[in-house]
Nanobody, 116 residues
Framework: QVQLVESGGGLVQPGGSLRLSCEASGSTSRLYSMGWYRQAPGKQRDLVARITRGGVKNYGDSVQGRFTISRDSAKKTLFLQMNSLKPEDTAVYYC??????????WGQGTQVTVSS
């Protein structure tokens, strides 16, 4: 089992920045990848960014060049640095951890609102 707790969401003006954190606990040594997804009201949950155990990173098209995923393996913490935020980035952001076998784990989500 893996437990994930997100933090760092909030209200920010367009063009601003936020940094999300996701603290993982439990059987993290069996994880293949970790990442961030987001879901806006009435829309599907979409990939924002993910990083594999080997360090390979992938980003959603809409955030490429603005968001950066990183991790602190020693602290079992995943980060998402979000710059140049736009109103369309408003969503609940979820941390996910994908094991080598079985279903992914999800955090409870953190709200990000970009508005003036």
């Amino acid at each position: 089992q893996v437990q994930l707790v997100e933090s760092g969401g909030g209200l920010v003006q367009p063009g601003g920045s936020l940094r999300l954190s996701c603290e993982a606990s439990g059987s993290t040594s069996r994880l293949y990848s970790m990442g961030w997804y987001r879901q806006a009201p009435g829309k599907q949950r979409d990939l924002v960014a993910r990083i594999t155990r080997g360090g390979v990173k992938n980003y959603g098209d809409s955030v490429q060049g603005r968001f950066t995923i990183s991790r602190d393996s020693a602290k079992k913490t995943l980060f998402l640095q979000m710059n140049s935020l736009k109103p369309e980035d408003t969503a609940v952001y979820y941390c996910t951890a994908v094991p080598r076998l079985g279903e992914p784990y999800w955090g409870q989500g953190t709200q990000v609102t970009v508005s003036s």
